[in-house]
T-cell receptor
Framework: AQSVTQLGSHVSVSEGALVLLRCNYSSSVPPYLFWYVQYPNQGLQLLLKYTTGATLVKGINGFEAEFKKSETSFHLTKPSAHMSDAAEYFCAAYSGGGADGLTFGKGTHLIIQP | DTGVSQDPRHKITKRGQNVTFRCDPISEHNRLYWYRQTLGQGPEFLTYFQNEAQLEKSRLLSDRFSAERPKGSFSTLEIQRTEQGDSAMYLC??????????FGPGTRLTVT
């Protein structure tokens, strides 16, 4: 079964600093991978996705992620954090094969220090 | 494109009561999903529909839970004989085959 692990339930960075949120997946078949953001009392918004092709994926709001098969990782980065980036971030995987629901990690709460 | 909508946004109920939530997907989306999210956790898949057919159910979906999508448009999720452990955010998502899932704002259920 697919599983997704997010390292660090809370990450704190200073405004303007690099953001790095970690995600590892477990699967014998390279999955489709996603990063979602959730603001308080709201649903999830897709930041970016990896399906096939280029392993460096660019998303909205300046975020990007790199799929590394050898490390089974899909870490999310942003060069310069902004106060508005403070939110909950979820990594998710979909491996197809008849199992159509997304498997989510537990989430990482990103805190931006002024 | 008005997005995925869910109703109600908040529901407080007493243990043992039945509750029903509604989800209206993006109009042309043929697939509809229900997830449950408890505090401090990521969403957990419950079930999904392709048009009106319910194609997959998680083991989390006990026999107290039932979902329908009668005409392949909106969907309802009913919980019978609610328990305190059912308190959670219930999220609905929809997509076209091959596309990404778009999530609604969720219904927050509190069972007292």
């Amino acid at each position: 079964a697919q599983s997704v692990t997010q390292l660090g339930s809370h990450v704190s960075v200073s405004e303007g600093a690099l953001v790095l949120l970690r995600c590892n997946y477990s699967s014998s078949v390279p999955p489709y991978l996603f990063w979602y953001v959730q603001y308080p009392n709201q649903g999830l918004q897709l930041l970016l996705k990896y399906t096939t092709g280029a392993t460096l994926v660019k998303g909205i709001n300046g975020f990007e992620a790199e799929f590394k098969k050898s490390e089974t990782s899909f870490h999310l980065t942003k060069p310069s954090a902004h106060m508005s980036d403070a939110a909950e971030y979820f990594c998710a995987a979909y491996s197809g094969g008849g199992a159509d629901g997304l498997t989510f990690g537990k989430g990482t709460h990103l805190i931006i220090q002024p | 494109d008005t997005g995925v909508s869910q109703d109600p946004r908040h529901k407080i109920t007493k243990r043992g009561q039945n509750v029903t939530f509604r989800c209206d997907p993006i109009s042309e989306h043929n697939r509809l999903y229900w997830y449950r999210q408890t505090l401090g956790q990521g969403p957990e898949f419950l079930t999904y529909f392709q048009n009106e057919a319910q194609l997959e159910k998680s083991r989390l979906l006990s026999d107290r839970f039932s979902a329908e999508r009668p005409k392949g448009s909106f969907s309802t999720l009913e919980i019978q004989r609610t328990e305190q452990g059912d308190s959670a955010m219930y999220l609905c998502a929809s997509r076209l085959t091959g596309g990404e899932q778009y999530f609604g704002p969720g219904t927050r259920l509190t069972v007292t």
